[in-house]
């Protein structure tokens, strides 16, 4: 994220109280590159097609349809599907909000 000038990385979680208890390195990543990387909630009504997923530059994606079995699958060059998850994701993005717990306290 910071080798390049455009590169953004954003995030929607489901909940933000495991990684606030416990600690989590993307989230120490991400107050501490702020302007690289978002941590957003996903509105608590929101209806996610798969279990979980990653897309970039509407070229590849990573697909986990089950969350609770470890395997997923992986699509380097699928820009159909990675087109598909990345309308999604907006989607999703346009419907979350800020989590005040993953906010840095500044003193």
């Given amino acids: 994220a910071r080798r390049a000038a455009a590169t953004r990385v954003r ?9 606030v208890s416990r600690g989590h390195r993307v989230v120490e990543l991400a107050r501490r590159l702020s302007s690289k990387i978002t941590v957003r909630l996903l509105a608590p009504d929101a209806e996610v097609p798969c279990g979980a997923f ?3 530059d509407e070229s590849g994606c990573w697909l986990l349809p089950d969350e609770s079995e470890p395997a997923g699958a992986l699509h380097v ?24 717990e ?4 500044r003193l």
């Fill in 54 to 56: 990653a897309a970039w």
């Fill in 102 to 105: 993953l906010r840095i306290l």
């Fill in 77 to 100: 060059d699928d820009p159909v599907t990675a087109r598909r998850l990345f309308q999604t994701f907006e989607r999703l993005w346009s419907g979350s909000r800020e989590d005040p």
């Fill in 11 to 19: 995030i929607l979680i489901q909940s933000s109280d495991l990684l």
